[in-house]
């Protein structure tokens, strides 16, 4: 536009030069390539820079294209605009034209200073185009300065998008680690809550313990206060039991004392009641009725007296049958109802006597069929039980007792028989065709021994009736094979005790005999032959010898016949001077024993009129 417009008026003056001064086209081309200059200059040079304004930054396109606009295309083409320039152009053309189209031809004059006038103006016109030119030249300067400082500041820019990006990049990674922290928060959150649930739970748990250990607390001192006072107590029970241990002391001691009173004077009654005594038993009739029995009469009010009755009948007849009647006297009388269990309470103070440290020794004497057996073994049943097991219950629960006051007992059982002078062991247990024989020994302490004889600890009532069952049965063997040899054969059982008080440093010692004596009774010698007749023989001789010993001792006889049967030679020390006897006569009812009964009881009372020389304990 600007160059149209400049060159629409250039061939105006153009064509005129061509007519007129080859010189003006010289002079007017320098100024026509100016303007093309200056005119292509702006847009090649405005085009980039406005290229170069950045899209987002519209503010600063703006400031350029306005600045530029005056001193651009626009200053050429509207050159003449100016109020400084457009008047002299204009006067000097309108002077040339009305000049020239004025002037005729012969004034050359007037066109010479025509030509001035438009040189002139050409020269003010190039003037003003190199101040123009000048001018633009700055605004190029300023524009690349401008430039500049824009490509700087786009630098820049790019600088910091590269940092905002970077930054950007940062900023996502923040916000996943922010969605993390958050899923992580979110987590925490539950836990959190999770936790507080816990700890509320936990906390109504602590409650709870604080009021329990409160309780536990308020029991503790209530506890601990029962415990002082238990303490105090203790203490107070403390000196009460030395106190009493004091008194228990004392006590024992006169106790002891009591004790050692108590045998004497047990066996000073015992010494008053006679140291050898005889026990009279009738049997039961075993069939028919009690009633029946007239020729054994029991005084209703004395224990002590029996009458055998016999009535005579007259052997010529004419007179009236004679009743013979027979007193006896003993130590006591038990009738046929007597049980098992009276019968022993008078045999317990002997038993008694045996554990104080005396001799004490019982036989039964009678016919066979009497009851001996019965009355010294009894039967199975503790109500049955005779002799034997009564006065061993006693003698373990006495020791027991004794224990108390330092007393330890110990105990030695053996049971023997003897049958034709001969002794065999009932405690036996070897091969029947390996008994050994066996021989009484007096031991140099006058103790009596019996060889290869069984002798048997026993610690409890169990073990002795363990015993005499052994015994029953080697006896019953006997009994088959020998035709009721038990009848006639003696069986004497003996418990030697031995007492030690270790407190007060008493020893006691005795044997405890219970003999179960072979049958009495005489057997006509027209009757008797043989082994029968030997047999006989040798239990009339020991029972006999039996009398004849007790006798002597009554008698206080220098030589007492003991070796005259193996029974009072076994025997001896159970009969001598510091013993106790006890003899039960045993009487059957039937009148056929009336015989047999009367000569048991004679032989009975000879022995009960003995008296035997006092006893004394064999202490040490
Ligand atoms: P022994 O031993 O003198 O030959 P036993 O003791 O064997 O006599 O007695 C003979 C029988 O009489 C046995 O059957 C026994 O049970 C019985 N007997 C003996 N004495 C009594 C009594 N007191 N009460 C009841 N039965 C008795
Ligand atoms: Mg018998």
């Known amino acids: 536009m600007n160059k149209e417009n400049t060159s629409s008026r250039l061939p105006v003056m153009s064509g005129k030069r061509a007519h007129t001064n080859s010189s003006d086209g010289e002079q007017q081309q320098p100024a ?15 085009r980039p820079a406005a ?3 950045p899209p987002r930054r519209p503010a600063a396109v703006k400031a350029p294209v306005k600045a530029l606009r005056p001193t651009g ?19 000097v053309a309108k002077a040339a034209g009305l000049g020239a189209s004025r002037r005729p031809g012969w004034d050359l004059k007037g066109k010479v200073s025509d030509m001035e006038a438009k040189v002139q ?3 003010s016109k190039i003037k003003s185009v190199n101040l123009e030119n000048d001018h633009l030249k700055d605004s190029i300067t300023k524009a690349q300065k401008h430039k500049t400082e824009i490509e700087d500041e786009n630098k820049g820019l790019k600088k910091r998008i590269g940092e905002c990006e970077e930054e950007l990049e940062k900023l996502a990674t923040v916000k996943d680690d922010l969605a993390q922290t958050s899923t992580e928060r979110d987590g925490l959150k ?20 604080e009021s329990e250990l409160r309780n536990i607390q308020t029991q503790l001192a209530i506890q601990t206060s029962t415990l002082r006072q238990c303490q105090d107590s203790l203490k107070e029970s403390q000196e009460l039991v030395r106190n009493l241990e004091e008194t228990v002391a004392r006590q024992r001691e006169e106790l002891h004392i009591g004790e050692m009173e108590r045998r004497k004077l047990h066996n000073t009654i015992q010494e008053l009641k006679g140291n050898i005594r005889v026990f009279c038993r009738v049997r039961p009739l075993l069939t028919g009725n009690q009633s029946d029995v007239l020729h054994i009469q029991l005084p209703a009010h004395d224990n002590k007296a029996l009458t055998l009755a016999k009535t005579e009948e007259s052997h010529t007849g004419r007179t009236a049958d004679t009743q013979k009647s027979y007193n006896f006297s003993f130590d006591r009388v038990f009738g046929p109802r007597s049980s098992q269990r009276e019968v022993f309470e008078e045999i317990s103070l002997l038993v008694q006597s045996a554990l104080d440290g005396y001799n004490v020794c019982c036989f039964a004497y009678g016919q066979t069929g009497s009851g001996k ?8 049943v503790e109500d049955m039980w005779g002799v034997i097991p009564r006065a061993v219950q006693q003698i373990f629960k006495s020791a027991k007792a004794l224990q108390e006051q330092g007393w330890e007992y110990s105990f030695t059982a053996s049971f023997v028989e003897i049958y034709n002078e001969t002794l065999r062991d009932l405690l036996y ?61 003696h069986s004497v059982f003996q418990l030697d005790i031995e007492g030690q008080n270790s407190d007060r440093d008493t020893k006691c010692k005795s044997v405890l005999c219970l003999v179960d004596l072979a049958g009495s009774e005489r057997v006509q010698k027209s009757q008797s032959q043989g082994e029968r007749f030997k047999e006989m023989t040798s239990i009339n001789s020991s029972l006999t010898n039996l009398g004849i010993v007790i006798a002597a001792l009554a008698n206080k006889e220098s030589f007492i016949p003991y070796r005259n049967s193996k029974l009072t030679y076994l025997l001896q020390n159970c009969l001598g ?12 009812p039937e009148e056929e024993s009336f015989s047999e009964s009367l000569n048991s009881l004679r032989f009975a009372s000879k022995v009960n009129d003995c008296v035997i020389g006092t006893a004394s304990a064999n202490r040490k």
């Not at 026509?32 to 405005?46: G, I, L, N, T």
């Not at 836990?191 to 109504?204: A, I, M, P, Y």
């Open 32 to 46: 026509q390539k100016k303007m093309r200059r200056v005119d292509a200059e702006p847009a090649q040079k405005f």
């Open 51 to 53: 290229s170069v304004v």
């Open 73 to 91: 295309a626009a200053t050429v083409a509207v050159a003449p605009a100016r109020g400084d320039q457009k008047k002299p152009v204009a006067a």
């Open 121 to 123: 103006n050409y020269q």
């Open 190 to 209: 539950k836990d959190l809550s999770n936790l507080s649930e816990e700890h509320k739970v936990l906390e109504g748990l602590r409650d709870h313990l």
């Open 373 to 380: 057996t019965f009355t010294m073994e009894g039967g199975d």
């Open 429 to 489: 247990t070897g091969k029947p065709n390996k008994r050994p024989e066996h021989e009484i020994r007096k031991l140099s302490n006058n103790e009596i021994t019996v060889t290869n004889l069984t002798y048997q600890q026993v610690n409890n009532e169990d073990e002795v009736h363990n015993l005499i069952m052994l015994a029953n049965q080697n006896r019953s063997t006997a009994r088959t094979g020998m035709n009721d040899h038990s009848s006639r054969s």
């Open 577 to 588: 001077g510091n013993s106790k006897t006890l003899m039960f006569v045993n009487i059957a």
